[in-house]
């Protein structure tokens, strides 16, 4: 098959004229949806066509989109990329006007089949194949298949249309002649290196009918890049198997992460922004469609794995359960990045397993102070660049993370009184955590609900047993030493302490087993005391990382720009700015290649650096050894390591970039 060398063709015609050509299949490509019309949707087709009937007047039917291809002199397929719906539709209601009247047969057929094509390729219309019987059966009047295919759409509006023509004050012949009045615009493209950007068609998808989603976009932009076979193949053995891996949104979702782990922080992307997004990744990366879907299904795989926190490691999967379950998917797309270097042997196993559980430490600490997470896209971007050395991953993170990870006294400090119970779903993992933390087994928490040990609502028999529990309650009934876990919560209620000791006494769960052993009275001190010893339990889970530090100095490392360390001594050997990686040898060459980087993607930032007063007289002025930069301004590089640093610091602020520059220095 070849396609026509035109690029784009368009023009009016009324909807019969253009189902009358013979010799033509219609050909619905394999990769888009079913047939999804709704009754109401035709019911209005209907009583538009009746008032055309009274009218007498044109009535727009929307755009046609096809891409032809034609085989010499045998037939030509035209692939339909918009207004298949419409198409479908229409071709069930003269069905329906050709089973009113019989006398209409030859003329409905000449709208329906070809007359010198095979059997296989009689009815015009090829359907999806999933609809492709219940089509056909309509269109060659097979009763007893139409019957068999009862639950089809298209049965359904089929039987609709029969019952509306035998109802209506018009013939079917003056139906039939009234399509006539329904008017298309036919937009016939070829898609290749020289034709209309495919941009364009696909957007047109969303102008009418049912919208698509991105996922269906990037599918339809990829695949109409191809010819027929190869779209079945692409279809069936890529895109089949990834819609099986998702479901709705979760396939955007999947795709939206996958372009910031590809894209990095050089090019923020948002999820409502995902098709053209990729539309941008793709043309950058110079793939063909099958390299394109390759990456996303191997990636697709990974993700799953993620979401059900099974992959191949245990302690990998313990960590994905626990960050699955804070809802932190903010974190997927380095996760993605380090999942590929395991496999492509780049990151050891042993490496992997401290990365992760080092940034579930960091996330646990930041849910359970409910500090914000809003700059941890950004953080989350800059991981996702390789760094320099395939050593520098773990260090690299550490560098990132160090800012923001809750410190030991913090976390302490929040436990003695943050309600944890107010995200009761983070309070039940904390507890379940430090069971298993305690027990050392597999237990099932399937059943088990917090408790509150001094209940919620106090009874006359706590306000009796406990002096002054008033005036503590509010403050302590939430925190983490008053709640445990137990599978008869509704049994314990609001009953008295020494009741729910002989409880707790014997339940299989430790942490609730322990406290009428360690406790004989609750109150605020017992409470604060068993915060206290789980607190330090949870410690325990998720330890503080070690930021190694030599002799008081500055261990070599990659550090983030604003980070406050005292460089002498130390030799650059990278610089990364907004994900791109720029190998340096001095501090002069880090001084140029940051400025000159600012120069050309910044010009704007440049110059109001440029005009800042002391930035001014210090490094733009009176120069003793002056360097050129790449717009001819001069800039001093008479300068020690630490005022260059100063200097790329102030100017990076300035140019609000400093989450986006990191250096490594030996």
């Given at each position: ?8 063709d ?6 019969l004229d253009?189902?009358?050509n013979?010799n033509?299949?219609?050909e619905?490509?394999?990769?888009q949806?079913?047939y ?6 035709c019911e ?7 008032q055309i009937?009274?009218?007498q007047?044109?009535?727009?039917f ?5 891409v032809?291809?034609r085989?010499i002199?045998v037939?030509?397929?035209?692939q339909m990329?918009?207004g298949?719906q419409r198409?479908t ?5 003269i069905?329906?006007?050709r089973?009113s009247?019989k006398?209409l047969?030859?003329q ?5 089949l070809n ?7 009689r009815?015009k219309l ?8 219940a089509?056909?059966?309509i269109?060659?009047?097979r009763s ?7 639950n089809s759409?298209l049965?359904?509006n ?6 509306r023509?035998s109802q209506?004050?018009?013939?079917a012949?003056?139906?039939?002649d009234a ?6 615009v036919?937009i016939?493209?070829?898609l290749g ?12 998808l969303?102008?009418t009918g049912?919208s698509l989603s991105?996922?269906d976009?990037?599918?339809n932009?990829?695949l ?7 779209q079945?193949n692409l279809?069936?053995n ?6 099986q ?8 979702e ?7 782990m ?11 922004d ?5 539309q941008q990744?793709f043309?950058a990366q ?6 394109a879907?390759t ?6 795989y990974?993700?799953v794995h993620f979401?059900?926190s099974q ?18 998917k ?5 996760l993605?990045?380090l999942?590929?270097q ?8 042993a490496?992997w397993?401290?990365i992760?559980q ?17 700059g941890?896209n950004?953080?989350?971007s800059n ?5 320099a050395?395939?050593?520098g991953?773990?260090q690299?993170?550490l560098?990132?993370l160090?800012n923001?990870?809750?410190?030991d006294?913090?976390?302490t400090?929040?436990?003695?009184t943050t309600d944890?119970y107010r995200?009761?779903?983070l309070?039940?993992l904390?507890?379940e955590?430090?069971?298993q933390?305690?027990?050392?087994e597999t237990?099932d928490?399937t059943?088990?609900?917090i ?6 609502t106090?009874s006359?028999?706590?306000?009796l047993?406990?002096?002054n529990?008033?005036s503590?309650h509010?403050r302590?009934?939430?925190?983490l030493?008053?709640?445990t876990?137990?599978?008869y ?7 008295p302490f020494?009741?729910k000791r002989a409880?707790?006494q ?7 087993r322990?406290?009428p052993s360690?406790?004989d009275i609750?109150?605020a001190t017992?409470i ?8 330090q ?5 998720f330890?503080f990382?070690?930021f ?11 550090y983030?720009i604003?980070?406050a ?8 050997v990278?610089?990364m700015i907004?994900?791109?990686?720029y190998?340096?040898?001095?501090w002069?060459?880090f001084?140029f290649t940051?400025m ?10 440049y110059?109001i650096?440029?005009n ?8 733009f002025t009176n120069?003793r050894?002056?360097?050129k930069l ?5 800039l ?9 640093k ?10 609000d970039?400093?989450?986006q520059?990191f250096?490594?220095?030996?």
């Amino acid at each position: 098959m070849q396609s026509k060398s035109k690029p784009i063709d368009a023009g009016s015609i009324n909807v019969l004229d253009f189902l009358k050509n013979d010799n033509v299949i219609l050909e619905i490509p394999v990769f888009q949806r079913h047939y999804e019309w709704s009754t109401d949707q035709c019911e209005t087709l209907f009583a538009d066509l009746e008032q055309i009937v009274d009218s007498q007047k044109e009535h727009f039917f929307g755009t046609i989109v096809y891409v032809s291809y034609r085989e010499i002199n045998v037939k030509e397929t035209k692939q339909m990329i918009d207004g298949q719906q419409r198409l479908t539709t229409l071709m069930l209601l003269i069905c329906a006007l050709r089973n009113s009247d019989k006398q209409l047969s030859d003329q409905c057929d000449q709208y329906l089949l070809n007359s010198r094509l095979s059997d296989n390729e009689r009815v015009k219309l090829k359907s999806v194949e999933r609809d492709r019987m219940a089509f056909m059966s309509i269109v060659q009047e097979r009763s007893a298949e139409i019957q068999s295919e009862s639950n089809s759409k298209l049965v359904a509006n089929y039987r609709l249309f029969c019952h509306r023509v035998s109802q209506s004050t018009f013939s079917a012949r003056t139906l039939l002649d009234a399509l006539r009045q329904l008017i298309i615009v036919n937009i016939e493209l070829t898609l290749g290196p020289d034709s209309e950007n495919p941009e364009v068609v696909f957007e047109s998808l969303n102008s009418t009918g049912l919208s698509l989603s991105a996922t269906d976009l990037i599918r339809n932009y990829l695949l109409m890049q191809v010819g027929p076979d190869e779209q079945r193949n692409l279809y069936q053995n890529y895109w089949v198997k990834l819609e099986q891996l998702f479901a709705g949104a979760d396939f955007t979702e999947f795709i939206w992460r996958y372009l910031i782990m590809s894209m990095h922080a050089s090019h923020p992307i948002k999820k409502s922004d995902v098709y053209h997004g990729y539309q941008q990744f793709f043309i950058a990366q110079h793939w063909n469609p099958q390299q394109a879907l390759t990456d996303l299904l191997r990636f697709a795989y990974y993700y799953v794995h993620f979401q059900q926190s099974q992959t191949d490691n245990p302690e990998i999967n313990h960590s994905l359960e626990i960050i699955n379950r804070m809802k932190s998917k903010v974190v997927y797309p380095y996760l993605l990045m380090l999942q590929d270097q395991v496999v492509k042997n780049r990151l050891s196993k042993a490496d992997w397993i401290k990365i992760v559980q080092t940034l579930t430490n960091y996330l646990f600490r930041l849910k359970i102070c409910q500090l914000s997470t809003a700059g941890l896209n950004s953080i989350i971007s800059n991981l996702c660049v390789l760094p320099a050395a395939t050593t520098g991953f773990y260090q690299r993170e550490l560098t990132l993370l160090r800012n923001r990870f809750v410190s030991d006294r913090d976390f302490t400090e929040t436990l003695k009184t943050t309600d944890i119970y107010r995200e009761s779903d983070l309070a039940k993992l904390t507890l379940e955590l430090l069971e298993q933390h305690r027990s050392k087994e597999t237990i099932d928490f399937t059943d088990a609900q917090i408790e509150h040990v001094m209940p919620q609502t106090l009874s006359n028999d706590w306000r009796l047993a406990v002096v002054n529990v008033d005036s503590f309650h509010d403050r302590y009934v939430n925190t983490l030493g008053n709640l445990t876990l137990t599978k008869y919560n509704q049994e314990m209620s609001n009953a008295p302490f020494d009741k729910k000791r002989a409880v707790y006494q014997k339940s299989n769960i430790m942490i609730t087993r322990n406290i009428p052993s360690d406790y004989d009275i609750w109150n605020a001190t017992s409470i604060a005391k068993r915060t206290a010893q789980l607190t330090q339990e949870l410690l325990e889970i998720f330890p503080f990382p070690t930021f190694a530090v030599k002799n008081n100095g500055v261990q070599s490392g990659t550090y983030r720009i604003d980070t406050a360390i005292n460089v002498t001594g130390k030799k650059p050997v990278n610089i990364m700015i907004q994900g791109k990686n720029y190998r340096i040898s001095s501090w002069q060459e880090f001084l140029f290649t940051f400025m000159n980087y600012l120069v050309t993607n910044k010009p704007s930032k440049y110059q109001i650096a440029r005009n800042d007063v002391a930035l001014k007289r210090q490094f733009f002025t009176n120069l003793r050894k002056p360097k050129k930069l790449v717009n001819g301004d001069e800039l001093e590089r008479n300068l020690s390591a630490n005022h260059i640093k100063a200097f790329v610091t102030k100017v990076a602020e300035i140019a609000d970039l400093s989450n986006q520059i990191f250096y490594t220095i030996r």
